[in-house]
């Protein structure tokens, strides 16, 4: 069959988590990176698609077509293994530990981010022939996103950090639901279209994704935008990181599993 029942999907979810946990260092960082890399590219198309027709939700349709491909060859997103790995820990999995569970978030973070900055530099070069002219208008684009996201949230203090850390919650409950969608069916087809509508949803309602985000402030600062690495770092990234790990794990990861491995009979039933 192309579908999976949800039982089956669930424990589809707990064995991916489990592998990688116990993947070697050099496969998770290579994994990571690729995935950081593609998601930024499309990040990067999506906003040049915004900017040449002047329609953002035209850019949010066409966005998913990176984390398709990036899911399609294996590649590891730090949203993603925030809800799976956690999963074989807490399902007790032999030889998984919290420590495991760390290490992992840990290397995809450090390979997604190296990603991330590399297509940031080389779409910066691209933009400005090598930093010899102003950017062109999808490069201003990219720097006004930064300041934007940045200082933008911090005009608001605390508000700011909350709405932040929604945003964040709300992007990795829909990118999870990506991830699972994508395990639901064994059919190519039926797995790019399962991702594609929760992606779609999250781009164009801009919520805030750790990952996409290595590439976006990373390049707007490299285009001039008007706002600090510590900016990036304290009024996006942190708080987007910390509401992507508890959004992806709350809103998808522990309810599927608690009502689909760790099941529990009504009361009434006979």
Same mark, same amino acid.
């Given at each position: &069959?192309? $579908? ?5 999907? *669930?424990?589809? &979810? ?24 593609? =998601? ?5 198309? /999506?906003?040049? @698609? ?6 953002? #939700?035209?850019?949010a349709i066409l966005f998913p077509v990176g984390f398709?491909? =990036? $899911?399609?060859?294996?590649?590891? =997103?730090?949203? !993603? ?6 999963? /074989? ?21 450090? !390979? ?9 530099? =080389?779409?910066? #070069? ?20 930064? %300041? ?9 203090? /605390? ?15 829909? @990118? ?7 395990? @639901? ?6 797995? *790019? ?11 164009? &309602?801009?919520?805030? %994704? ?5 590439f976006l402030f990373p390049a707007g600062l490299m ?9 990036? &770092?304290?009024?996006?990234? #942190? ?18 599993? /608690?009502? %689909? *491995? ?7 039933? *006979?």
């Open positions: &069959m192309a $579908y999976l029942a949800p039982s089956e999907f *669930v424990t589809k &979810m707990v064995d991916a988590g489990e592998a990688k946990i116990f993947m070697s260092t050099r496969d998770t960082l290579i994994r990571a990176f690729m995935a950081g890399a593609v =998601l930024a590219l499309a990040a990067a198309f /999506a906003v040049m @698609v915004t900017v040449q027709t002047g329609s953002p #939700i035209l850019g398709s491909m =990036l $899911y399609l060859l294996g590649f590891d =997103l730090l949203t !993603g293994v925030f809800v799976l790995a956690p999963l /074989a820990w807490i399902d007790k999995r032999p030889g998984v530990t919290f420590k495991g569970v760390l290490r992992n978030w840990g290397l995809v973070f450090i !390979g997604n981010f190296a990603g991330a900055v590399l297509v940031a530099l =080389l779409i910066s #070069i691209i933009y400005t022939y090598g930093f010899s002219i102003e950017p062109n208008e999808v490069g201003k684009k990219l720097a006004s996103i930064g %300041h934007e996201r940045t200082l933008g949230y911090a005009e608001y203090g /605390a508000a700011g950090m909350l709405t932040i850390f929604i945003r964040g919650a709300l992007a990795n409950w829909m @990118v999870s639901v990506g991830v699972v969608g994508a395990m @639901v069916s064994t059919t190519v087809s039926g797995k *790019v279209i399962a991702m594609w509508m929760p992606i779609m949803l999250f781009f164009a &309602m801009g919520f805030e %994704h750790s990952v996409v985000n290595m285009m001039g935008g008007e706002f600090s690495i510590a900016d990036y &770092m304290i009024w996006n990234e #942190i708080p987007t990181v910390v509401g992507n790990l508890v959004g992806g794990l709350a809103f998808t990861g522990l309810t599927l599993y /608690a009502t %689909h *491995v760790r099941t529990r009979k009504s009361r009434n039933s *006979v």
